[in-house]
């Protein structure tokens, strides 16, 4: 059957997708979701069918094709082409078999990810992968095969060292940007750290969102060898390496339902890092009111399965539970958090405390767990007080920054919102709570993580005293009227709850 092209002029941003009039579709008996294979000349490509309703959309006669299609078998608007029914991928029974409960064997789990990576599958295909997993749970062996799948569909970064390092905070807590104060600690006692972090999604700053006021992130992946090669270390966006591609497509289609389940949350994570071929690793799994982990059960449950499933991969792996029931630093949002980190690593009087103290304490069991030849690994936290002390973290950070391209490098310099806003205590107290996730939706609605010098500074934690007036927090956002968004949001939530 021929059909003349309609360019609708469309990016999926993966998904071949391909559009009939809803009467050309009813002759030919096709449906939404159906393949099917569209072809010019010696060119073809299998796309998923979406149907017009209205003539305006689409006509009859005409096939409406995304711009991934037409790139693929090179047409344009007019052209003609042929299309044929196609089979639907197999990896959709395979999801429909774990929907009924049976197990996914790791053969199973490749032919799944491998359409999730080429973009076989749509969202909605996806999304019952993830519903799948979450309903009927996934066992040790379905993890570990899911891990490996990931992995083995992206691209692996090898370098030239042992024991390669790498550090992951489950999340939920805001601030909490330990890893880069972390890793040039590591680089700067001789450790090699191939750092590749994520965007925010939810939150109001990834790791790769904070990195990136400082340098650049985005490098590819003999880029990133060259420069660990280099100075020993390095922080960049994952995304921008084709590193386990399939994982940001899963966690997209995760987080409108907040769906985290734990199977699919631990492949995720150990997928990162065998991506970068990590072979000693630190979790850290933050715990208390309005975290990610919000029970010291569920947190210990966790760790155990983290444990077994890097034994399973031959990876070393350590577990610290810590404490996630405030946030960490004082900054929220990429700027404010790339201030606060190079204020630690500068020992700035005035640098946040309790930051300063959760990087030494998660590098001291990096130092513990894997010592360096010709360390002893009880010394950990006097060597890494030693190194940020002295400046040689900084000095480590330094060349990192460097070797990635650096932007800014005094925290004097880097840029903020113009347009601020002193939120006060409304009354005497002590501050018995700041709730994670409202701090964190304040900074968002102010512009963080798009605008990067939007975002929140805490002038308090939990424990301080207050009176009547005191400065809680500044809101900062790049013009006035994301601000007025934020101020409108905190006439309901404030976050900090003074008793």
Known sequence: MKFKVKDVDITTGGTLVAILNKKDAL??????GDRLRITRGGKSAVAVLDIAESVKAVKRGYIGLMEEVLEKIGTKQGSVVSIALEEKPKSLALI?????GRKLSAEDMDVIIQDIVNNKLTSVEITYFVAA????????DETVALTRAMINTGKILKVDCYPIVDKHCIGGVAGNRTTMVVVPILVAAGYCVPKTSSRSITSPAGTADTMEVLCDVNLDIDRIKKVVDKVGGCMVWGGAVNLAPADDKIITVEHPLSVDAEGQLLASIMAKKGSVSATHILIDIPVGRGAKISRIDRAKHLKKQFLKIGEKLKMKIKVVITDGSQPIGNGIGPALEARDVLWVLGNYPGAPQDLRHKSLLLASEIMRAYPLSGRKARH????AKELLDSGKAWDAMMRIIDAQGARVKDPAKIKLGSSRFDFKALRDGKVEHIDN??????ARVAGAPFDKGAGIYLRCHVGNRVKKGDK???VYAENRQKLAYARDYLKQYDGVIIG
């Open 27 to 32: 002759m030919l008996d096709l449906h939404t």
């Open 380 to 383: 950990g936290y006097r060597y």
């Open 96 to 100: 429909k078999n774990k929907l009924d």
């Open 472 to 474: 809680l927090f500044t």
């Open 437 to 442: 996730v409202s701090v964190s939706r304040i």
């Open 133 to 140: 997993g979450y309903t009927r749970g996934l066992d040790m």
